[in-house]
């Protein structure tokens, strides 16, 4: 298991989840950051209004998954 923040993966707070795979890590942020946003979270509200600018750029968007793929892999199993 490999562990990252919200921070680390585009969000707004330093929860961490844990998972065994970048596809798996990038889904509980994202489960996390819409839950965040319904809670109407100022900080997490403005981190998801960041990734939605980035998404309207493929290679920006792309890009940026790349390198947190890339932060994910370099980390040492815990
Ligand atoms: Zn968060």
Redesign the pocket.
Known sequence: MKTMT?KQLG???D?TFSANTFKEIAEFSKA??AE?YQANDAP?MEAMNNMMELMKTPDAMMNWFKEKEAEFDALSEK
Do not use: E, I
């Open positions: 919200c969000g707004a707070c929860k996390h950051g965040m997490h």
